[in-house]
């Protein structure tokens, strides 16, 4: 049975820092896509990032990165602002061939970590 368990996630003012974890079991971080994903209230779900690919609205603020020996990914998130304010999830695909951000081939989802950032 997959499960993804995010956390991390908390309340902090406009151009602080969080780090997000995902933590992962019944597959394996080394052989499968785990991508992020927000979805803030009133928006549609809007991906992140994967190990290859950040949303252009994250670029140059948020890293990815994952310790396969813990079958972890995380999310650093810097500079951030109420923009970022959102239900953060992780999800895996069905392997590493998909590394976008359509969330049809992403079969298994966490419960996500609320992310708040105020002005």
């Known amino acids: 049975q997959v499960q993804l368990v995010e956390s991390g996630g908390g309340s902090v003012q406009t151009g602080g820092s969080l780090r997000l974890s995902c933590v992962a079991s019944?597959?394996?971080?080394?052989?499968?896509?785990v991508a992020w994903f927000r979805q803030a209230p009133g928006k549609e779900r809007e991906g992140v990032a994967t190990?290859?690919k950040y949303g252009d609205s994250v670029k140059g603020r948020f890293t990815y990165s994952k310790d396969n020996a813990k079958n972890t990914v995380y999310l650093e998130m810097n500079s951030l602002t109420p923009e970022d304010s959102a239900m953060y999830y992780c999800?895996?695909?069905?392997?590493?061939?998909?590394?976008?951000?359509?969330?049809?081939?992403?079969?298994?989802w966490g419960q996500g970590t609320q992310v708040t950032v105020s002005s």
């Open positions: 999800a895996a695909a069905s392997g590493l061939w998909y590394r976008g951000f359509d969330t049809r081939p992403y079969k298994h």
């Open positions: 190990h290859t």
């Open positions: 019944g597959i394996s971080t080394a052989t499968t896509t």
